[in-house]
């Protein structure tokens, strides 16, 4: 199953406190960062601890989309600058991709 957010928005505007700078992907819980990622890789990068929702993943890059993959295998594509509201399960990885489109 691939999700895909359809809103565009910055960490300000979602409701966190935090600021995930260019040119990161942040994972974002009550406010603070819990994990950031800026490379392109052809592989699943894993999380350093495995969040839960509720949290927020910011993708600041201008060309790159980002993928981030819960624990049941299930994905979601997060567009160039946008951020996703993550409101169940657990995430375990995320693969930054040259590509400009999901």
Known sequence: MAIVPTTTATAAQSGTTATCSYPYVCF?????IIGRFQDVTSYWQALPSKPQAPLSVVNTRHDDVAY?????????????????????????AVRISSSSTC
């Open 28 to 32: 974002i819980k009550n406010g603070t």
């Open 68 to 92: 981030i993959r819960w624990t049941t295998g299930a994905t979601a594509c997060l567009p160039p600058q946008s951020t996703f509201n993550v409101t169940g399960g657990t995430l375990d």
